[in-house]
């Protein structure tokens, strides 16, 4: 096929900006159907791409991006060509498909879409004579995504999970490492509300001929997971019980780790991410590249390992996107991440004061996101802003106010500012007050919050 003048890689009249907006006109994100059939039939007209490349599949509530990416940079490290897909994006659709660590060019990504859009419209045309709704738009991604690894093609792909697992439209593939992070509360109005609900959703990708790596796990949730790799029958290693954080230094931009894995101990690991909870995923990266490329009993090249892990990072996770104040970016977008992003902030950076920002999505735990804030970055805080983002699933910013001050806030302490430009001048004139150098901005929330302000920051 060849290229036309038109934007984006445009090819025979598409480009990355159509193919999104039609991706757009189908169903939502946040409404992902309970249903793997359109999948595995998507799969077979498509030449079953899915089983064109071992696969390394990520679940868990928080860290899976940030894992996926410690893990991708492992891979490559190693030599190998990688496809890492995950969600959402910051900026631009092709964030979710990357090769090589890198988004997916505007080429090849409407290229393939060309390629698998008639094939796509054969299972549309049938679901929707039976009655149900066509692909939605993260069936379609992903569909798009194992497509692209697939004419690549790729050693191996780093796969996150959307929603849950045993429904969750990437569970089409099967992971020769199950990897689960961390698992709290969220989404519980699609998943359950106890954590050993949640782990039975997770639990899904556990798949046989496989191998789990888990997080440390709340009790419930880690039975549930044990069970079900001991019915699949593969090997399983816990977080603090096979393999650990040994311990962690601060450094200049991150921080240097000893890990204890499953097969070897790795010191002298300078990782440029800040918090503990990061630390803890780079645990659980190494155990899963322990797990894939050794089948947990061959000790890591600790070079190559160090090489990788040099080169992670993870945008939107305690991003610093200015200075003079700084400016730090967050998309905790649940009590258990606003907790973990706060005692990171409190030991990265050497605040005497912090302005919050915060903007958060209607169907999540606002209190307790605000509650977490408040209780771990106490007295520091000097002031906070509530705004919100251009998503029709943004709580406003008056809505909040009710749920700061149910967090314990107190009333005149709390500005709003619906619109985010004028949320972000406000709180950085409020950091600049009474000459405060070390005064910091913390922008936390939704990823679409963190998004936005990345934008308008110029990130």
């Not at 503990?276 to 797990?291: F, P, S």
Request: net charge negative.
């Amino acid at each position: 096929m060849s290229m036309s003048d038109g934007p984006s890689g445009a090819i025979d009249g598409f480009s990355v900006e159509s193919v999104y907006a039609e991706l757009l006109s189908r169903a939502p994100e946040n409404k992902m159907e309970p249903r793997m059939a359109p999948l595995f039939r998507a799969m077979e007209v498509l030449g079953e791409p899915n089983k064109a490349f071992p696969i390394i599949h990520i679940t868990g509530t928080n860290g899976k991006t940030s894992t996926a990416r410690m893990i991708e940079a492992g891979l490559r490290a190693y030599g190998l060509r990688t496809g890492r897909y995950t969600s959402p994006h910051l900026s631009k659709v092709t964030e979710r498909i990357s090769i090589d660590g890198e988004p997916v060019s505007d080429e090849t990504f409407v290229r393939i879409w060309d390629e698998i859009h008639p094939y796509l419209d054969i299972v549309d045309g049938e679901l929707t004579a039976a009655g149900e709704p066509r692909l939605t738009y993260f069936e379609a991604v992903t569909i798009l995504a194992f497509a692209v690894f697939a004419d690549e093609p790729v050693d191996v792909a780093v796969i996150e999970v959307g929603l849950g697992g045993i429904t969750d439209a990437t569970n089409v593939g099967d992971g020769s490492v199950s990897v689960v992070t961390p698992i709290s509360l969220d989404h519980t109005e699609l998943l359950g509300d106890d954590v050993a609900d949640i782990a039975v959703e997770k639990a899904g990708i556990i798949k046989e001929h496989g191998f789990l790596i888990s997080a440390a796990q709340p009790m419930e949730a880690a039975q549930v997971l044990l069970e079900k790799a001991r019915e699949v029958g593969i090997p399983y290693r816990f977080e603090g019980v096979e393999f650990g954080v040994e311990s962690r230094v601060m450094a200049v931009g991150g921080q240097m780790l000893t890990i204890a894995g499953l097969a070897g101990r790795y010191e002298d690991l300078l990782l440029p991410l800040h918090g503990k909870h990061q630390a803890e995923n780079a645990a659980v990266a190494v155990a899963a590249l322990e797990a894939f490329i050794g089948g947990g009993t061959k000790e890591l090249d600790v070079e190559l390992l160090r090489t990788g892990f040099s080169t992670v990072s993870s945008p939107g996770r305690l991003e610093v996107v200015r200075t003079a104040p700084t400016i730090v970016v967050d998309a905790a977008h649940n009590p258990a991440g606003a907790k973990a992003a706060a005692e990171a902030v409190l030991e990265a950076f050497s605040f005497t004061s912090l302005v919050l920002v915060v903007g958060i999505l209607a169907e999540k735990d606002a209190v307790g996101i605000l509650t977490e804030l408040r209780e771990t970055l106490g007295d520091q805080i000097t002031g906070v802003c509530l705004t919100q983002s251009s998503s029709p699933r943004a709580l406003s910013a008056e809505d909040l106010v009710q749920d700061a001050v149910d967090a314990g806030f107190a009333d005149e302490d709390l500005q709003v500012e619906p619109g985010l430009d004028n949320a972000l001048e406000w709180a950085v004139a409020k950091a600049e007050e009474n000459n405060d150098l070390a005064g910091g901005v913390l922008i936390i929330g939704s990823i679409t919050v963190v998004a936005e302000a990345r934008t308008l920051l110029g990130k």
